[in-house]
């Protein structure tokens, strides 16, 4: 239970909203979701103007952190100015916090103007200026509360100044009314510190559909359906679709021809389920010009060792992609889930990637290089300096090993447009609402380096993804992506892991795993997926037994708006939202330039499509084997 809590409130207008944003470290602790704290006084605070009105808190101006007071919106504040970084640093009163570990709640007024972030730097454990998360600031031209939780404080004066934590707004600067600190003296290790983020709705569920594969009148195959030629005539975007401008604007006017065009791209799509509520679609490769795809992949009915019946999806070429989806958009709110009976997508098997004639899940071809041929992760990704129009694969990079060696699966995601189907990974990059996956790296790519964090749930302590067998599973909300990319950058949506070690808390420290499978254990065991989406937010979650941690489930909720994030395209009807996230993307080309304008429009619309399989036709290669798909809507009372 959790005892001496105080917690404060502010004095901001009646339009002013909370946002919560989080500190990036792991803490101690375990939470799937935060719940709301009583109010209280705070431990400090201090309101800014022409005179600030200090109680614990002091705003000292010094180098970096130049202010000037102004009155805006009705209230007094302090504006941040100068050239460049503009911070405004405070400091606490060393007998309220100093040198010692704390769990605290910081919590600022500002004046919600431009669309720059807002974020929070403080004197930690780890070091003096870790961040504690960044507000996205929508320019409602109305007052707001931002409040971040720190969660390894430490407070010991070691920032510039002499101070404790600072508001960075970058170059656009920010209005601050008033800033107060709460320390939680009791810590649970569980709730939020500011516990301002909203539980996952409780709802009761009633089965919309269900599928089982046990009944011969339920068998699936995908090969008594034809391959169909597509000649790219039919994208999802003009962005980075399989023949989209990003590439011709990187790679140069002769891509097209010299290089996409050495190969034929054909599909197939399969209805099936009762009423055909399901979906399996594929892609493959002709690289021979004889008329039909070479290794292609294929999604059957088939028998497991424990003499069940479940539905394989077997891609054994990364030139494939084989996924499930649904035939029509999900409900406005659902729950789906399903029962991953076996998974071989990479990762160790009795401590090794080597295993049955493999490497890291992928079967060695005679005179064949898997690559992200015709892609590649931007033509200024360090490390890689070839020709983009070289239609030789083996000039490109590696998906097997080396630097940008690794596998993956989508064990369940949502994606922002209609009848998806297999594409190029970094098309998939811009279109996830959330995703569950397995992401397998090369030990070429983890290098030195740590590879990422890996969260134990049985204690809530993080450890290097070298450390683990790779067969981890990510679970993440997208952000807003990078709209302006460098030259030969690639656009993508940020992305925000949720774990036990960060109570929950979607943090963008990538990758940053919940927990490891043990596909050995499979299909004895399996895992159950499911993702939920209310009037509010999504819940991911994840039921099965880990390698740390046992039997449980792992279940983290994010809200549409106001939580770490807001969560890309979450609107599947116009009245959900207001514009205020809308940009222009802008690619700055070697070759050209290009905007594409109103990424996220007041007006706009997208629908949710999930994705279980393998949607990348350049990367990922191996089996799955599924059952008991289940969509379930609210029931009504």
């Known amino acids: 239970m959790r005892t001496g809590h105080k917690s404060a409130t502010l004095a901001a207008s009646a339009a002013a909203a909370a946002l919560c944003v989080g500190a990036f470290a792991a803490p101690p602790g375990v939470a ?48 941040t100015v100068g050239t460049g970084a503009k911070y405004l640093y405070v400091d606490i009163d060393d007998a309220i916090a100093y040198d010692s570990p704390y769990v605290a709640c910081i919590r600022a007024e500002y004046y919600d103007e431009g669309k720059d972030g807002l974020s929070l730097q403080y004197d930690s454990q780890a070091g003096a200026y870790a961040s504690a998360g960044t507000v996205v600031r929508a320019d409602t031209q109305e007052w707001q509360t931002a409040a971040f939780n720190v969660v390894d404080g430490r407070f010991a004066n070691r920032e510039n100044g002499g101070t404790d934590f600072r508001l960075a707004a970058g170059s656009a600067g920010v209005a601050i009314h008033s800033i107060s600190l709460t320390i939680i003296e009791d810590d649970d290790g569980v709730t939020l510190p500011c516990a301002a983020g ?106 497991l060792p424990t003499s069940e019946k479940a539905l394989r999806i077997d891609s054994p070429d990364s030139y494939g992609g084989a996924f499930v989806t649904t035939s029509e958009k999900l409900p406005p709110e659902y729950r789906l889930e399903y029962h991953l009976k076996t998974l071989d997508f990479g990762g160790q098997r009795n401590g090794s990637i080597l295993y049955d004639g493999k490497e890291n899940g992928y079967t060695p071809e005679d005179e064949q290089c898997k690559t992200q041929f015709p892609y590649a992760e931007g033509i200024g990704t360090p490390g890689w300096d070839n020709d983009p129009t070289d239609p030789d694969p083996c000039s490109w990079q590696s998906v097997v090993d080396g630097p940008f060696g690794y596998n993956a699966f989508h064990l369940l995601g949502i994606v922002d447009f209609a009848d998806p189907k297999p594409a190029n990974l970094h098309f998939w990059h811009y279109r996830r609402k959330i995703l569950m996956d397995s992401f397998a790296q090369h030990p070429d790519r983890i290098g030195s380096g740590s590879g990422g964090r890996v969260c134990d749930p049985s204690d809530n302590s993080s450890y290097a993804y070298r450390d683990s067998t790779y067969n981890v599973i990510d679970m993440w909300f997208n952000g807003l992506p990078n709209f302006t990319p460098g030259t030969g950058g690639i656009t993508g949506n940020s992305q925000w892991f949720s774990t036990t070690c960060t109570r929950g808390l979607p943090v963008p420290i990538s990758p940053y795993a919940a927990a490891e499978m043990q596909p050995e254990l499979m299909p004895n065991s399996d895992y159950v997926f499911a993702v939920e989406r209310s009037d509010t937010g999504y819940t991911l979650e994840v039921t099965g037994d880990f390698l740390r941690g046992g039997y449980r489930t792992l279940r983290f909720y994010s809200p549409f708006i106001g939580g770490a994030t807001p969560i890309w395209h ?16 802008v690619q700055n080309g070697v070759f050209a330039q290009q905007e594409w ?18 949607p990348y036709t350049d990367a990922g290669e191996g089996s799955a084997t599924i059952d008991s798909i289940k969509l379930m809507v609210p029931k009504k009372n």
């Open 198 to 303: 909203e539980a996952a709705p409780s709802t009761k569920w009633k089965v919309l559909h269900s599928e089982n594969f046990q009944a011969q009148s339920r068998a699936v195959d995908t090969d008594s359906a034809p391959w169909v030629r597509y000649d790219y005539d039919e994208p999802f975007d003009t962005i980075m679709d399989d023949a989209g401008d990003w590439w011709k604007n990187d790679y140069g006017p002769t891509w097209e021809d010299d290089v996409l065009k050495t190969f034929t791209t054909y599909r197939k799509e399969v209805r099936f389920g009762k009423d055909d509520w399901l979906t399996a679609t594929l892609s493959a490769r002709d690289w021979d010009g004889s008329g039909a795809p070479q290794n292609p992949p294929r999604i059957s009915t088939t028998r």
């Open 570 to 585: 979450y609107n599947n009807t116009p009245d959900q939202y207001d514009g205020r996230y809308d940009r222009s993307l």
């Open 597 to 614: 304008e109103h990424q996220w429009p007041s007006d706009s619309a997208y629908p949710d499509f999930p994705v279980i399989g393998d």
């Open 32 to 79: 799937s979701t935060s719940t709301a704290a009583a109010v209280d006084e705070p431990d400090a605070s201090i309101v800014l103007g022409e005179t600030n009105e200090p109680a614990g808190l002091t705003q000292v101006e010094q180098g970096d952190g130049q202010t000037t007071p102004v009155v805006i919106g009705g209230q007094s504040a302090r504006r």
